[in-house]
């Protein structure tokens, strides 16, 4: 059974600000605690991360995945899907940065991820890993943006 979070903020930043903070994957890990490391293996022709490994706290230990990173015409969008993972059996996701009519300094930043695990949980347990995913990739990167280290 596939488990499904959507969410979204806004943020007290430009649509391109927000993107290149995501699109910085190698610094992932300085804002969302969960994880531990991130390393770009394969880039497009334009630079941007393409195969991206990572390790990450999960339920009281490691794990590691790889996802591969898709840019479509959307130039404010970036997707994501696994390639492969020790605890996930299937993950794909995006985030959609959209200017805010009326206040060119405002993005409203949408989130989406559908996960297959390879073992089965409660459904509390899904719920509060959920919630903790969920938090790290909108209220975490909202942090990060709005107060925390500048962007490169």
């Known amino acids: 059974m596939t488990d499904h979070a959507s969410q979204h903020v806004i943020v007290r930043a430009t649509p391109e600000r ?34 991206v ?15 591969r990173y898709s840019y479509g015409s ?3 969008r970036i997707s994501w899907r696994l390639l492969e993972g020790d605890l996930l059996e299937r993950m794909s996701g995006e985030y959609e940065f959209l200017a805010v009519p009326g206040d060119k300094d405002a993005t409203r930043v949408v989130y989406d991820l559908g996960v297959d695990l390879l073992i089965r949980l409660p459904g509390f347990v899904r719920r509060r890993l959920e919630a903790k995913v969920v938090h790290a990739a909108i209220d975490d990167l909202k942090a990060r943006i709005e107060v925390g280290a500048p962007a490169s």
């Open 18 to 51: 927000c993107y290149e903070t995501v699109l910085d994957v190698e610094r992932i890990p300085e804002w969302a605690p969960d994880i531990k490391e991130a390393t770009v293996l394969v880039r497009d022709d334009q630079g941007r991360p393409g195969d």
């Open 53 to 67: 490994a990572f390790r990450a706290a999960a339920m009281g230990r490691s794990t590691t995945y790889t996802l």
């Open 74 to 76: 959307n130039p404010l």
